[in-house]
């Protein structure tokens, strides 16, 4: 049994995706619901959050989750743990197979093609299933290190929302974790004995993002509230004292 500071630690996290949840109206009675497991840390608390949900809340929702295995890659993931996470908590998993086609595309950059191949058998599997959520595990962190990578590449302010509706309103992405810090989700994981069940991509090239994970990180030793601070000013924008679009720098 959790002690008192472990049980704060669970109910914060559990909290913070309730807010989401609410304050984004990500989610409503009787949806039907298809929840991404990667393998990763992040998947597996947001499927044990929303598990929970059904629990102890007086709410009524379909959950399913969807684990996507890549043919034509080295083994990823143990799939055994998955399995086995699932069963516990009483929700149907959907094991598909696809191809990543990095050797298609460009080898120097399989990420794209990988994640591209991955979520088409997801929205196929949500049709399929009739789902009208899909959900992701991001999380604050998730948010602000692609924040900072599309304005320093892209020269973008932009991420990704907590609610995006695809295919002409077919369904939803939902990311009832966007509220919720990495640090706060490790600590869930450890306490509930949760661990990631995937393995390093032999081809994957995260560099660019730890770089900006470092950065966030430097950010948030400045400042105590300095993540909740930037998260919250991607939507507390004063346009007035912002130069018009009109008068964007010539790239060169």
Request: a positive charge; glycine letters at 6%.
């Amino acid at each position: 049994m959790p002690n008192k500071k472990e049980q704060r630690i669970i109910e914060k996290v559990r909290n913070n995706a309730g807010k989401a949840i609410d304050g984004y109206r990500l989610l409503e009675n009787n949806d039907r619901i298809l929840a991404g497991l990667s393998g990763g840390i992040d998947s597996f608390v947001l499927l044990d959050v929303l598990a929970a949900r059904l629990k102890h809340l007086p709410v009524d929702y379909k959950l399913e989750a969807i684990h996507v295995q890549m043919e034509d890659l080295p083994k990823q993931t143990d799939i055994d743990y998955i399995k086995a996470f699932c069963e516990e908590r009483k929700i149907t998993l959907h094991t598909e197979y696809t191809k990543s086609g990095y050797k298609d595309h460009n080898p120097k950059n399989p990420c794209f093609p990988c994640s591209w191949n991955r979520r088409k058998t997801m929205f196929l599997k949500a049709g399929e299933r009739e789902a009208n959520r899909v959900a992701f595990g991001h999380h604050m962190d998730d948010a602000l290190e692609t924040l900072f990578m599309n304005m320093t590449y892209h020269g973008e302010y932009s991420a990704f929302p907590p609610k995006l509706s695809m295919f002409n309103g077919k369904f939803d992405i939902i990311r009832p974790m966007m509220m919720t810090k990495a640090r706060d989700i490790e600590r869930y994981a450890e306490i509930k004995n949760i661990h990631a069940a995937e393995g390093n991509c032999t081809y994957a090239d995260n560099s660019k993002r730890e770089e900006f994970k470092k950065i966030v990180g430097e950010l948030s030793g400045k400042h105590k509230l300095a993540k909740t601070n930037l998260f919250n000013a991607m939507s507390n924008i004063y346009e007035d004292f912002l130069p018009p679009a009109s008068d964007k720098i010539k790239k060169r």
